[in-house]
C-alpha cells in the first residue's frame, strides 16, 4: 500500500493507462462509534449517491443517483474512467464517518471507501 500525497499545494493526478478502475463502497456498523472498521462489526444495508467525475462540491448542484448496498454493505461502480469522483452517504443514520468522501481512481485499481454509521 502507498500513500498519494501532494507536493507543494498540487492535487494528485490520477493514473491513466486507457483501462477503467472501480470503486468499492463499505457502509459499516459503527458500534464503537470511533469512526474505524473495527473486527466484529457488520457491513449494513443502506444508500450511497452513485459517484459522480466531480468534485464534492460541485456535486452538491445534483441530484445524486441512488445506489443501495448489498446484505454485506458493499456497492461496487467499474468501468470508471481514471480521475476524481465524489461519493455520498445517502442514508438516514448518523455517521461516524465523513458523509462525502473525493476520491481518486487510477486505472486497474479498485479504491475503497468506507462509511461508518451508528443506528439511532
Known sequence: MFLLAGCSGQTPQAVDNGKPGKIEV???LDSNANGNFDAGEAGRVDEVAMPEMI???ASSQHEPVRVQTDDKGVALFSNLK????CVSYLGRETTTTQLQAEVLVNSEQTTRVEFGIMVR
Open 26 to 28: 463499505f457502509i459499516y
Open 55 to 57: 468534485s464534492c462540491a
Open 82 to 85: 481514471a480521475g476524481r469522483y
